[in-house]
């Protein structure tokens, strides 16, 4: 069965700084897609990045990006230049085949020192 | 990507009581989601919505206490029938649309 890993429960980082928050996978498919999810405090779920599993290229949007090791089943979130508004509960997600159900992450908590 | 809505954002209802949640979409979706989060927990989906069929519930989900309509391409409506305590929690609505769910905001109950 397919599963999501986070396992950093919470993660805090000096706000200018970088963080990279871990999420790993397993699946037997070759052929999916992998998200970023941030839900800040007001509880609204935002897409943050999207990854397809046949790109070898790594996704970025603005000062998110991600490191995709396929082989690896590993699928980590970088984010550069920290800023108090990224606080937020982030949580990873596989998505399984063509109606869009996804599998998620426990989540992991992000707190930006100021 | 979709712009979604639900209604209402918040509500304290009483036991026995039912409560109706609708997720409107600004885009024509196949697909729409509900889900259950508790506060810091990640998502339980409850069940998946196509217009034009039932829903089909996930395990521990079940029509007679969470009946789901989607009359049409671009709005659902989730009912949480005879609530309890254990039915507080943060219900949320999606979209599936160029390969990627989106979520509205999100319905935070309290049943007293």
């Known amino acids: 069965a397919q599963t999501v890993t986070q396992s950093q429960p919470e993660m805090s980082v000096q706000e200018a700084e970088t963080v990279t928050l871990s999420c790993t996978y397993d699946?037997?498919?070759?052929?999916?897609?992998l998200f970023w999810y941030k839900q800040p405090p007001s509880r609204q779920m935002i897409l943050v990045i999207r990854?397809?599993?046949?790109k070898q290229q790594n996704a970025t949007e603005n000062r998110f990006s991600v490191n995709f090791q396929k082989a690896a089943k590993s699928f980590s979130l970088k984010i550069s230049d920290s800023q108090l508004g990224d606080a937020a509960m982030y949580f990873c997600?596989?998505?399984?085949?063509?109606?869009?159900?996804?599998?998620w992450g426990a989540g992991t908590k992000l707190i930006i020192k100021p | 990507s979709a712009v979604i809505s639900q209604k209402p954002s918040r509500d304290i209802c009483q036991r026995g009581t039912s409560l109706t949640i609708q997720c409107q979409v600004d885009?024509?979706?196949?697909?729409m989601f509900w889900y259950r989060q508790q506060p810091g927990q990640s998502l339980t989906l409850i069940a998946t919505?196509?217009?034009?069929?039932?829903?089909?519930?996930e395990s521990g989900f079940v029509i007679d206490k969470f009946p789901i309509s989607r009359p049409n391409l671009t709005f659902s409506t989730l009912t949480v029938s005879n609530m309890s305590p254990e039915d507080s929690s943060i219900y949320l609505c999606?979209?599936?649309?160029?390969?990627?769910?989106?979520f509205g905001p999100g319905t935070r109950l309290l049943v007293l």
């Open positions: 999606s979209a599936g649309l160029r390969e990627t769910q989106y």
């Open positions: 885009s024509q979706v196949t697909m």
């Open positions: 919505a196509n217009q034009g069929s039932e829903a089909t519930y």
């Open positions: 699946t037997s498919e070759s052929d999916y897609y």
């Open positions: 990854q397809e599993a046949y």
């Open positions: 997600a596989y998505r399984i085949d063509s109606n869009y159900q996804l599998i």
